[in-house]
């Protein structure tokens, strides 16, 4: 052990991590959260003895991540849209493809835009995101759980964001208080219960199921939050929500059989997969 050095630290959990099926990228991105050195310096000081104390610090997250827990969870972050979020296992931890509904919801924002509100909001990372990149806005996000309310507020507080959270179910915090919002963008719980099947441990033993399943088919809280919407969107108001990839047609086509909309388009992500619903809700 005394020669333990960065490279046989590294080819060794590589090893435990392909033998268990797990993506070897895990192994050097603990590493690094542990040193805080970037991966460069690490490759740097390949032959270089791993100090004691983080020698010690990486076995023992190491046997967490050998069991499935995702490394996220075990560093208590993750990167989001070039900033990094507090995350535990009350919140989901936000998805690559989370930051293109940031990016589309930017895209489609104008000067007549001023409050937004995020549904569901998780680690608050969506809503946090946005209102960085759009100070001007006026930002709310709801989420039916109170811990990951707490979270989001400790997120924002570290990042220096102005969001105003609310607790509790859908819109219902907004329609309780009267808010009226120009932009609602929401990445609910979308995954069909029949699914849990083909999902893997990593996801399904660790992050919260409350934020990741939904019935009917996943579509239950698109439902709900397009037959209250009315109550909290101004007219012509700005709608994007995220959507599993085999939802994209069956929503689509629910949303123009009930309501008057305009400008409805599904928006495929950078794997071509369909990832995002988009309307101006025409209702009023």
């Known amino acids: 052990m005394d020669n333990y050095n960065f490279q046989q630290l590294l080819k060794e959990t590589y090893d435990g991590l392909s033998a268990r099926g797990f993506e070897t990228s895990r192994a050097d991105w603990l590493l690094e959260d542990i040193t805080g050195m970037s991966r460069t310096e690490i490759a740097l000081n390949f032959r270089e003895n791993v100090p004691e104390h983080i020698l010690n610090q990486y076995l023992s997250y190491r046997e967490?991540?050998?069991?499935?827990?995702?490394?996220?969870?075990?560093?208590?972050?993750?990167?989001?849209?070039?900033?990094?979020?507090?995350?535990?296992?009350?919140?989901?931890?936000?998805?690559?493809?989370?930051?293109?509904?940031?990016?589309?919801?930017?895209?489609?924002?104008?000067?007549?835009?001023?409050?937004?509100?995020?549904?569901?909001?998780?680690?608050?990372?969506?809503?946090?995101?946005?209102?960085?990149?759009?100070?001007?806005?006026?930002?709310?996000?709801?989420?039916?759980?109170?811990?990951?309310?707490?979270?989001?507020?400790?997120?924002?507080?570290?990042?220096?964001?102005?969001?105003?959270?609310?607790?509790?179910?859908?819109?219902?915090?907004?329609?309780?208080?009267?808010?009226?919002?120009?932009?609602?963008?929401?990445?609910?719980?979308?995954?069909?219960?029949?699914?849990?099947?083909?999902?893997?441990?990593?996801?399904?033993?660790?992050?919260?199921?409350?934020?990741?399943?939904?019935?009917?088919?996943?579509?239950?809280?698109?439902?709900?939050?397009?037959?209250?919407?009315?109550?909290?969107?101004t007219k012509g108001g700005l709608v994007i929500f995220e959507i599993g990839h085999l939802q994209g047609d069956i929503l689509k086509a629910y949303i123009l059989e009930h309501y008057n909309v305009e400008n409805l388009k599904i928006i495929k992500d950078i794997n071509q997969n369909n990832r995002m619903i988009q309307f101006n809700w025409m209702n009023q």
Request: aromatic residues 8%.
């Open 64 to 233: 967490r991540m050998y069991k499935g827990e995702p490394v996220q969870y075990i560093a208590g972050f993750a990167e989001f849209y070039g900033r990094k979020f507090k995350v535990n296992r009350d919140v989901l931890i936000p998805r690559p493809e989370t930051e293109e509904l940031v990016y589309q919801t930017l895209e489609m924002l104008n000067s007549k835009n001023k409050i937004l509100c995020d549904i569901g909001t998780g680690s608050g990372a969506i809503a946090i995101s946005l209102k960085k990149e759009r100070p001007d806005l006026s930002v709310f996000a709801t989420d039916i759980s109170a811990c990951a309310i707490s979270i989001a507020k400790e997120n924002a507080e570290m990042l220096d964001a102005q969001v105003e959270f609310l607790l509790g179910e859908t819109l219902k915090p907004l329609i309780d208080k009267k808010i009226k919002v120009d932009v609602l963008v929401s990445n609910p719980p979308y995954i069909s219960y029949e699914e849990q099947k083909e999902m893997s441990g990593t996801v399904l033993d660790y992050e919260p199921h409350l934020a990741l399943f939904a019935p009917d088919d996943g579509l239950a809280i698109y439902k709900d939050i397009l037959s209250n919407l009315d109550k909290v969107i």
